[in-house]
């Protein structure tokens, strides 16, 4: 079970996920964050502040949360992001298309 | 018994009816007397009437022979007829002697009285028994007008009277005696008929109290007797209703005595399997102790162990295990769990299992015990505890991390320095409380440092005087000991406490345990794969469960603990990280589908200068993750396919990525140097 501390700041969804997200638990987040899409959340700020690893499991489902909220004229961001992780994403190529931002107050002006 | 009454009642019978005889003669003897008397009454009365009769004047003179003549065939009338009148006096008015039949004669005062009472208005015949046993009697010759004219004396002897009883005596003797033999047959009878229930009685009583029903004819007589109405009968109704009673009692008890005997035959029979089998079960379970400490300990040049355990009579629950982690460090443990005998035996076993699994599944050891410590909680009907101490030496780096779950604190003793008691971190025994957090404690082992762990069986082993070898003589033994080897310090302290205990009765298990930090570089040089040439020593090697939630956390721990100890930074650590978790999933995933249990999986790390090499190894099918689909990283969001994307992560962030199948093998080698500055704000 994956815990995303969800929390509304107006219209934005913000997530609080924590520790790891990898192969044992990526299910579980993708479901967690995909349900929320799904229930009409389509402006989702993820706070990465306390994710301090994510394997390609968990870019995956970025991936999709980021297509899906897209389809609904919706957006995807992510923030605080530690520098190593921060690499990945910039290797991979996801921060090309999943804007990433320096803390939530930058963030939350882009929606 | 019957013959007893019958003979009783048969002298009774005699003597009464010698009383009877006996009265019978005084009766008869006193009528006799009665006659006697009357005759004398009769006789004189008739006497007087015939004077009477005669002429009054003429008394003076009267022929007294005559008179006797005249008169002596009416006194025949009497049963006394055979009496003899012996004499005849006639008195005067004056009462004096007119005549007797022997003439004048001399008179005394004892004939006087009598002539003149009889004289006397009113007055009857006097009878008088005389000193010669004649009788005499006297009465008044009165005149029509009732006055006494004078008296007449009859005397006559009795003598007839004692021959008619002698004349009668043998009729009186037959009759009694035949009276007698009648009534003594007749009581003889009696006596019989009476006593005959009554020995009818005692024989049925007899059969009873043997045990066995009164013979039939016993029985069918009493039950006739039974039917009177007199007390015997009511006396054999309720004899025999007893002796039914007893007889019914008798067979119910028996049934019950033999009921009773065969069911305790029985019990005895289950008692005693059920002893062979505790007995059976205690040999299992004592052997099942003594098989569960490990009997290799591991063997590293960089570390000696020695451990010894000897159970007490009873089974106890001590244990200690020492193992090589699937990460290449020293794990081990001294435990012992609360109570004694089967149970505590078999949370024993339960728990060094435990641990061990959790050992290997948690890197840190706060987590392997609270793991450990859950799970014992989930199983533990008994309620009984495990004071454990758990640790792990990282032979690479010289560090001991440890918990300790209620335990005794072992000793570090350090080259040249006094033992000390390692510091407790405060745990509690395990299977107490679940969903407990552990702190664990790290501290620095220089090559040569010591450590002793042991049970209270050591410090609370006693001697004959009751004294216990306590924690002072422990560490007094311990500072003798510095710079044994393990086995040698060991030694030592079993051979100080044997000496200190004697010939004292063992209480509890005893079991100590002794470790040795020597260090320096890991012994034999890993083998990457078969066929390969020795790759320089310095390798850390794990072996990696095929499931991925067992083996990410484990495979990011081991990285970790080697990135710190190497002084690598947390964006090697994730991207080495990043690199083994697309590896094995990739692995686990696709390599080993329905058949896990042949994956051999193992991860190798060390550093070399600058740079850090990863080998990643496993026996699944031949993949070339080089050689997976590149994926266009510059492609729009939308036209991105979801997944396929973790291998070609690892080209990037590497600075070199080499695969190879080797001996069925797939070996993938990634190389990367220590991050800069400039690397990281590219």
Redesign the interface.
């Known amino acids: 079970m994956v815990d995303l501390y969800p929390e509304y700041d107006d219209s934005v969804l913000v997530l609080n996920p924590l520790g ?1 997200i ?3 638990n990526a299910k579980a987040f993708e479901e967690a964050l995909l349900g929320r899409i799904d229930a009409g959340d389509t402006q989702i700020l993820m706070n990465f502040e306390g994710i ?2 994510i ?3 968990g ?2 489902v970025l ?2 949360a ?2 899906r909220t ?1 389809q609904s004229a919706g957006q995807l961001a992510l923030c605080a992001v ?4 921060q ?2 994403f910039k ?3 996801f921060s ?3 804007p990433i931002h320096d803390d939530r107050p930058q963030a939350l002006n882009t929606f | 018994m019957a013959s007893r009454i019958v003979g009783m009642i048969s002298v009774l019978t005699i003597v009464g009816v010698i009383a009877a005889a006996a009265v019978l003669l005084l009766l008869a003897l006193d009528s006799e007397e009665q006659s006697g008397q009357q005759s004398a009454k009769v006789l004189s009365e008739s006497v007087a009437r015939s004077l009477l009769s005669a002429d009054l004047q003429a008394l003076e003179t009267a022929d007294v022979d005559a008179l006797i003549r005249v008169n002596a065939p009416s006194t025949g009338e009497s049963d006394s007829d055979a009496a003899e009148l012996t004499d005849i006096w006639v008195f005067n008015a004056q009462a004096r002697l007119a005549g007797s039949s022997e003439g004048a004669r001399q008179i005394s005062r004892d004939e006087i009285v009598p002539a003149r009472q009889s004289m006397e208005p009113d007055a009857g015949t006097l009878v008088q028994g005389l000193p010669d046993g004649s009788y005499a009697a006297t009465t008044a010759i009165r005149g029509p007008d009732g006055a006494s004219v004078g008296a007449v004396r009859v005397e006559f002897t009795t003598d007839q009277i004692g021959t008619h009883f002698e004349l009668y005596q043998t009729e009186y003797l037959i009759g009694v005696i035949v009276i007698l033999v009648a009534l003594v047959l007749a009581s003889w009878f009696l006596a019989k008929r009476l006593a005959r229930p009554i020995g009818l009685m005692v024989r049925a009583a007899r059969a009873v109290e043997d045990g066995r029903q009164p013979e039939p004819g016993v029985a069918a007589s009493l039950r006739n007797t039974s039917l009177t109405r007199d007390e015997y009968g009511e006396l054999a109704g309720v004899f025999l209703d007893m002796a039914r009673e007893v007889g019914a009692r008798e067979i119910q008890l028996n049934a019950l005595v033999e009921d009773r005997t065969a069911e305790l035959s029985e019990k005895n029979q289950a008692l005693e399997t059920a002893q062979q089998e505790i007995r059976n079960d205690l040999e299992m379970a004592h052997s099942v102790q003594a098989a569960l400490v490990p009997s290799d300990l591991p063997e590293d040049p960089r570390a000696g162990v020695a451990a010894f355990m000897t159970p007490a009579l009873d089974v106890g629950g001590d244990f200690y295990d020492a193992f090589m982690t699937d990460d290449g460090r020293l794990a081990f443990a001294i435990a012992d769990v609360s109570g004694k005998g089967v149970a505590s035996a078999l949370m024993m076993a339960v728990g060094r299992a435990l641990l061990r699994s959790a050992a290997n599944q948690h890197p840190d050891p706060s987590d392997a015990v609270a793991s450990t410590n859950d799970q014992l909680c989930g199983m533990n009907p008994k309620e009984l505890f495990i004071t454990a101490f758990f640790g792990v030496i990282d032979l690479e780096l010289g560090t001991l991390t440890y918990v300790n779950a209620g335990h005794d604190p072992p000793y570090l003793i350090r080259p040249n320095e006094e033992p000390e008691m390692i510091p407790h971190t405060g745990g509690i025994a395990l299977g107490v409380l679940p969903e407990l957090n552990y702190a664990e404690t790290t501290i620095p082992l220089d090559p040569g440092t010591a450590l002793y762990l042991y049970t209270d069986g050591i410090t609370e082993a006693e001697n004959d005087n009751g004294q216990q070898f306590g924690r002072e003589r422990l560490e007094e033994k311990l500072a003798g000991t510095n710079g044994a080897g393990p086995k040698a310090l060991m030694d030592d302290i079993l051979g100080d406490l044997r000496q200190f205990t004697g010939d004292a009765k063992q209480f509890d298990d005893i079991t100590c345990m002794a470790l040795q930090f020597v260090g320096g570089a890991s012994p034999e040089p890993y083998i990457p794969g078969r066929g390969e040439t020795h790759l320089a020593s310095g390798w850390r090697r794990m072996v990696v469960q095929p499931t991925l939630e067992s083996s990410l956390p484990r495979v990011a721990a081991f990285v970790e603990r080697f990135a710190e100890a190497q002084g690598f930074g947390a964006t090697e650590v994730y991207r080495i990280n990043l690199a083994l978790d697309e590896l094995l999933t990739n692995t686990i995933e696709h390599g080993f589908p329905g058949r896990e249990q042949e994956a051999d999986i193992s991860v190798a790390i060390r550093s070399e200068g600058d740079s850090v090499i990863v080998r990643y190894e496993d026996n699944g099918p031949e993949f070339n993750p080089l050689q997976a689909t590149e994926q266009d990283t510059e492609l729009e969001l939308e036209e991105r396919p979801i997944g396929g994307l973790g291998l070609q992560l690892i080209a990037s962030t590497f600075d070199d990525v080499n695969y190879e199948r080797a001996d069925g093998r797939n070996v993938t080698t990634l190389r990367q140097s220590r991050a800069t500055p400039s690397e990281e704000s590219d």
């Open positions: 790891r990898d192969g044992t301090n690893y394997s390609s499991a870019l995956r991936l999709m980021a297509k897209s530690q520098d190593h992780i690499e990945v290797f991979s190529g090309e298309i999943i």
